[in-house]
């Protein structure tokens, strides 16, 4: 193994339950159990798997002036936002690239809890420090609290058995504070699976005890970095390093509605550039023919010639063929009944633009 | 029937002049899941060593190479609509079988304990 991977607290214990260990992100991480993907993928879907995601990075924002200089930071509203709810956000360069996609909880009227993708807490960290006024406190809690994800649709059944009042859980998107297994957590309702689900952050020093604790619930089984990529897929949530990077905006990402760039003159880092420079892609949804995944990088090829890019696919297990995302070009005249020719290793397929969420099964937001 | 494999993680069975050819218990959990077989046209005439298909799984692509010289015959078409039978007895599930195998080309294989020897040293 590469010595210089991090570990979470976890990489004993997914030693000892079979775990397959790769590198992802800077972490030396599960990317699956010995059931493997398929599985783990369905019974997410089906019924709840805990994830491991020590790895990615959280922060709290605090101080006077608190909302209103994040509310400039970022690429959505936060001075608006209520306590306890969760924000899908953005922090952008001044040419309105994607720094970082993250999620802002807002904890009361001058604190914010920040949680951020593992690749980028130091860029995070030192890129919001030179936006925030000294009034506010940074910090950097990424090495102190640790994140479980539970997720699929009996994971209130979990948290109920555990002792949770179901009324009590947080709505979607919102967060509350609990107390589990006798120690002070924070449980929002988010998620990256498109199943009902929950993240639990929590002291890190009681990583090993509640993954434990966690898995002996019966129901409960765990899952890798590999189903959350084909779970997330499916569901067209994009992955930082595939559909978003510095180069990429919000709007390219499909996020454009998200940020009322018409509909108010709010003012953040690069909303100017936002504001007057058309998108140059757009990120689809594609459904390929066949089983056979398209990877990153595929050129997706329109009458001979290219016109955008795939930037993550897979089989799709939920749905039995491949799907993916890719960028096309804004200049290219793509009608939307469009036949793509892919090539892949040793084979050409077709392929067709397709709505996301590829899977609209999910039971993360039911609409009644 | 005696079986043989390669360095590439193939197994062939053969019978006669006709070899049955699949992917080892090695190869088939390193591959992890496997979501997509290729089923080679039969007629082909392939040489030692050359690409025979692909497999797929959840996370990598993989080729399948001919141990030996032959002709492609009957392909294993149950595979295309449940290619993860190649995970649950890969030892035990022929992709398809190549014809005209010649019983000189089979010196650069392993027997099953060679092979067994072989795959610890990886």
Known sequence: ?368 | MAKYYAESHEWIELDGDTAALGISQYAADALGDITYVEIPAPGKTVAAGDILCTVESVKAVSDVYAPVAGTVGEGNSGLEADPGALNVDPENTWICKLEGVKQDSLDGLMDADAYAKFIETL
């Open chain 1, 1 to 368: 193994m590469d010595e210089t991977l991090l570990k979470t607290p976890l990489a004993d214990e997914h030693a000892a339950i079979g775990a397959r260990m790769v590198p992802f992100a800077g972490w030396y991480m599960p990317v699956q159990y010995k059931e493997g993907i398929l599985a783990e993928h369905k019974y997410t879907r089906e019924h709840v798997s805990l994830f491991d995601i020590c790895h990615m990075g959280e922060f709290t924002a605090a101080g006077p002036g608190v909302a209103e200089a994040l509310d400039a930071a970022l690429a959505r509203s936060v001075a608006d936002q209520k306590d306890g709810v969760c924000r899908y956000n953005f922090l952008l360069n001044e040419s309105g690239g994607v720094i970082d996609d993250l999620i802002v909880y807002r904890m009361d009227a001058e604190e914010f809890f920040i949680v951020v993708n593992a690749a980028r807490i130091a860029v995070d960290f030192a890129e919001l420090r030179k936006r925030l006024p000294v009034s506010v406190r940074l910090d950097n809690l990424s090495e102190t609290a640790a994140k479980f994800d539970l997720q699929g649709p009996d994971s209130v059944a979990v948290l109920t058995s555990l002792g949770l009042d179901a009324a009590s859980l947080p709505k979607y998107y919102h967060w509350g504070r609990f107390r589990l297994f006798g120690l002070d957590m924070l449980i929002s309702r988010t998620g990256y699976t498109g199943e009902l689900g929950f993240e639990l952050y929590f002291d890190a020093s009681h990583t090993v005890e509640v993954w434990r604790k966690l898995l002996a619930c019966p129901g409960v089984k765990p899952a890798g970095l590999g189903a959350r990529d084909t779970l997330r897929l499916e569901m067209g949530y994009p992955l930082y390093g595939d559909e978003m990077d510095e180069s990429t905006t919000p709007v390219e990402a499909g996020f454009g509605a998200l940020l009322k760039l018409d509909k108010s003159d709010r003012t953040f880092v690069g909303s100017a550039a936002l504001r007057s420079n058309p998108p140059k892609k757009h990120l689809r949804g594609i459904v390929l023919e066949g089983r056979r995944a398209a990877h990153t990088g595929t050129p997706l090829l329109y009458n001979g010639a290219q016109v955008g890019t795939i930037t993550s696919g897979t089989f799709a297990p939920s749905l039995g063929c491949a799907v993916a995302m890719a960028y096309l070009d804004a200049s290219a005249d793509i009608p939307e009944d469009a036949v793509f020719d892919v090539e892949l290793h040793r084979a050409a397929v077709k392929a067709k633009l397709a709505p996301l969420p590829f899977w609209t099964h999910g039971t993360a937001n039911p609409k009644v």
